[in-house]
């Protein structure tokens, strides 16, 4: 149990620092009671206001609540030279005859000017369920009180909630202005990329650009990525491939006399063995060019491997 509120007293500790700008020392308010209740129930006020805040305290009392104390005959001498040390909160209200009631007093030191802020940023630590009441009307007003020994930090008021909400969604609004503010110098700044680049030709790449260098990386990638569009490289390579070594082996054989043709449609006719051979390769290939399907069957058998050469000739000439 413990445990559990000393985590939500941290959290809104942090909640006051981030709305209100809370900052350790905290400035603690006690009023009399506080002090005489505190005494009451053996509690060491100033530390256990720290454990309550999560930080360091400055605890006050202001000089009306001073008066109140010593005006009690119950409150232990010791308890009253120890609250002395308490740094006095000079509400100016000592030149009356009587002090200000707690409400009185309080109200007007945590808002002098009746305008609903905290303008030093008090936590109250008060017993006096009245003045808590009123300084929740108050936003950004940390209260304090003990209830049978134990010290509690009332969970943030309507108004202060009401004051952190609204904070909370300006945050976020400025936030979302500042992203929209740094994709605009972003856009900006690609913009003076391209300029710059229109010169070198590159400025027709669509910018994803951030900086110079990474555009210009990305325009060669763009161009390089233009080339292999086209037809299915799969396909390409193969139409390609087959005439491509029958070219070669063409070639080779004319040369080492065996015949051969680069253009068997117009040159098989009077050529024999290639013929044949081409022939052989045809059927496992039938699938390939029409022209070479042409190839005459019959006089590539008849035709003898000798008059390749001049077959060869002829076809030169
Ligand atoms: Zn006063």
Same mark, same amino acid.
């Given at each position: ?30 009023? $009399? ?37 010593? $005006? ?84 943030? $008021? ?23 503010? &740094? ?35 990305? &325009? ?82 008849? $035709?003898?491997? &000798? ?11």
């Amino acid at each position: 149990m413990r445990g559990k509120r000393s985590k939500q007293y941290r959290k809104l500790m942090h909640q006051y620092g981030m709305t209100f700008g809370f900052r350790e020392p905290y400035q603690v308010l006690v009023d $009399a009671q506080m002090v005489q209740d505190a005494a009451r129930f053996k509690m060491d006020l100033w530390p256990a206001l720290e454990r309550t805040l999560h930080g360091k305290v400055k605890p006050m009392i202001t000089q009306c609540s001073m008066r109140h104390l010593y $005006a009690s005959k119950e409150t232990p001498p010791a308890i009253v030279d120890k609250t002395k040390t308490y740094e006095r909160r000079r509400c100016n209200h000592h030149t009356l005859e009587q002090p200000l009631s707690t409400l009185e007093c309080l109200s007007s030191v945590v808002d002098p000017k009746g305008s609903r802020t905290n303008k030093h940023r008090y936590v109250v630590a008060c017993q006096d369920n009245e003045v808590r009441s009123y300084l929740r009307s108050i936003p950004g007003v940390p209260l304090i009180y003990v209830h049978r020994s134990v010290m509690i930090m009332e969970p943030m $008021a309507h108004a202060t909630e009401h004051v952190r909400d609204k904070d909370e969604k300006s945050k976020f609004r400025a936030g979302l202005k500042g992203a929209r503010g &740094a994709i605009t110098d972003t856009l900006k700044r690609k913009r003076d990329d391209e300029e710059e680049q229109s010169g070198s030709g590159s400025e027709q790449e669509e910018g994803r650009a951030r900086s110079g260098a990474q555009s210009q990386e990305e &325009a060669s990638k763009k161009k390089k990525r233009k080339g292999p569009k086209g037809p299915n490289p799969l396909s390409v390579k193969k139409a390609k491939k087959r005439p491509a070594q029958e070219n070669n082996k063409g070639v080779g054989k004319k040369d080492s006399g065996e015949g051969g043709t680069s253009n068997p449609a117009a040159t098989i006719n009077e050529d024999g063995t290639p013929a044949a051979q081409k022939r052989k390769r045809k059927r496992s290939h039938k699938s390939g060019k029409g022209a070479d399907s042409n190839g005459p069957e019959s006089e590539a058998h008849d $035709a003898p491997s &000798a008059s390749a050469e001049g077959a060869g000739a002829a076809e030169e000439d």
